[in-house]
């Protein structure tokens, strides 16, 4: 089930959400999140709830382990206790998504595992718990439907954000919920909504088309600009969806983190991974990066760590050549900028800084989006060769792109804050913020009469981060 189906805005959020407030009693509350999850979780993955079940339940043994092992004398025990419950996860994880792909590598037979949906996301979520409960940065979670409703929390359990236990660790018994907080869920959920229905999808489209069709039509020109809609068609279709957890979870009195922070402003590729996709670059960073040395290491040890980091960042989204080229691209780009390019481009104007950024960004998203090496390399080389582009023959071939076309616009304003400009500079307290609240709400329950509109009409509605 995904959050822009009608079975789940029809269905499952009303009588989720009419559940939820039928109770006041927090544990009843907590009980009925936990079966709305494994529900939502069960209605795509019935066989495979058994692993999210598996993987907390790991968690939850290894967790009493590590808290029970504190004492003088028991650390060794304590960190064997630790390690097991690392390596049955990620040995889960290796399993069903990185199995298939070491056996055909190494001429071995198949065993063709499905990828169970958002094992990325909630193994690396559990990690986390047992890694900081291993710090001492968290308390145990000592019930363990309470820890199980922690990962398998429906608003971010199959794409994200990756939330830290200590992020929500006090909210899971002592959250408070509010008409106002509710409201302003709703709105930050319709609007990741109109995001991925209204931008991603359309936008998308366009990329789609040009990839379909022969390099010798579309050419160079509109090679680059499938490079381009894909790249708003990523944003829109993972930010909205990360807009659409933070408001759900919100409705419920839950707070995860910003996953995303208008990453197409950035004036450099430093800057550009600070504002995307925050909750996995953070993760990496605290977790692998920093625990090996971060910089703090001879260079050649720095520069190891880097591309070790940016390897396994790659590999994390998909069991294939090209994410993993995709992240050591970007390990090297990151070097390079610390390295020789960093003062340089402090002297460069914004302008220029932000082009460089933009362009390395659109070949990332190229190398990230052809999985077959084979259009991979078609399609950089018709961006690069400059082939001519046969505009007529483009718009004869499917002349759906013009409707793609006609929301690159809207997206290319929506890519950048505006909005939030607007809001600041002409929205104060009092009166006006009232005033913008409820314009706002009424703006909202259009736009999500037109994403439903487009739901009933539209039959192209992927979401790219579910296959990872």
């Known amino acids: 089930m995904v959050f822009s189906s009608l079975s789940f805005l029809y269905l499952f959020l009303p009588l989720c959400v009419g559940a939820y407030y039928l109770w006041g009693n927090r544990v009843w509350r907590n009980t009925v999140l936990l079966i709305a999850s494994l529900a939502f979780y069960a209605w795509g993955e019935p066989k495979n709830i058994v692993l999210l079940l598996f993987a907390s339940l790991t968690a939850y043994l290894c967790g009493f382990g590590i808290e029970g092992l504190k004492t003088k004398g028991r650390e060794r025990l304590r960190r064997a206790v630790f390690i097991l419950g690392v390596a049955l996860l990620v040995g889960n994880l290796f399993v069903f998504k990185y199995l ?4 055909e590598n190494a001429g071995l037979p198949s065993p063709n595992l499905a990828l169970p ?12 718990y047992l890694i900081d409960l291993y710090r001492g940065e968290i308390a145990l979670q000592r019930n363990y439907f309470y820890l199980t409703l922690y990962v398998s929390f429906f608003p971010q359990l199959i794409a994200g954000p990756i939330v830290r236990y200590q992020t929500i660790e006090e909210e899971i018994a002592c959250r408070r919920e509010s008409l106002s907080e509710a409201a302003a869920g709703a709105r930050r959920f319709v609007a990741g909504l109109g995001k991925k229905v209204l931008l991603a999808n359309n936008i998308g489209m366009v990329a789609s ?4 069709g022969r390099p010798e039509v579309y050419g160079a020109a509109l090679y680059w600009l499938a490079a381009g ?6 944003y829109f279709d993972f930010s909205g969806y990360s807009d659409m957890a933070i408001g759900l979870g919100r409705m419920f009195g839950f707070h995860f983190l910003e996953n995303f922070n208008y990453p197409y402003i950035s004036t450099s590729i430093t800057d550009f991974w600070r504002r995307w996709h925050i909750s996995l670059s953070t993760w990496f960073r605290d977790y692998i990066y920093i625990p090996l040395g971060g910089n703090r290491v001879s260079k050649g040890r720095w520069v190891i760590n880097l591309l070790v980091v940016w390897g396994l960042t790659g590999f994390w989204h998909g069991a294939q050549w090209n994410f993993v080229l995709w992240g050591l691209y970007y390990g090297l780009l990151l070097l390079l900028e610390k390295l020789f390019l960093g003062k340089l481009l402090e002297r460069c104007p914004k302008g220029v800084r932000w082009a460089y950024t933009m362009f390395f960004v659109l070949i990332g998203w190229v190398l990230f989006d052809r999985t077959d090496f084979s259009q991979m390399v078609t399609a950089l080389a018709t961006m690069f060769t400059f082939v001519p582009t046969d505009f007529i023959g483009a718009l004869a071939a499917d002349t759906a792109i013009v409707r793609g076309l006609f929301y690159l616009i809207p997206g290319v304003l929506c890519a950048f804050p505006i909005l939030p400009w607007l809001r600041k500079r002409f929205v104060k307290d009092g009166p006006s913020a009232v005033t913008a609240t409820a314009v706002e709400s009424v703006l909202s329950l259009g736009l999500l009469v037109l994403c439903i509109i487009y739901i009933l009409s539209m039959s192209y509605n992927p979401f790219i981060y579910f296959r990872f």
């Open 100 to 103: 298939n792909f070491f056996c």
């Open 229 to 234: 809609c894909y790249a708003l068609q990523i």
């Open 209 to 212: 088309i040009i990839y379909r």
């Open 117 to 128: 949906i958002g094992i990325s996301f909630y193994t690396f979520q559990i990690l986390s």
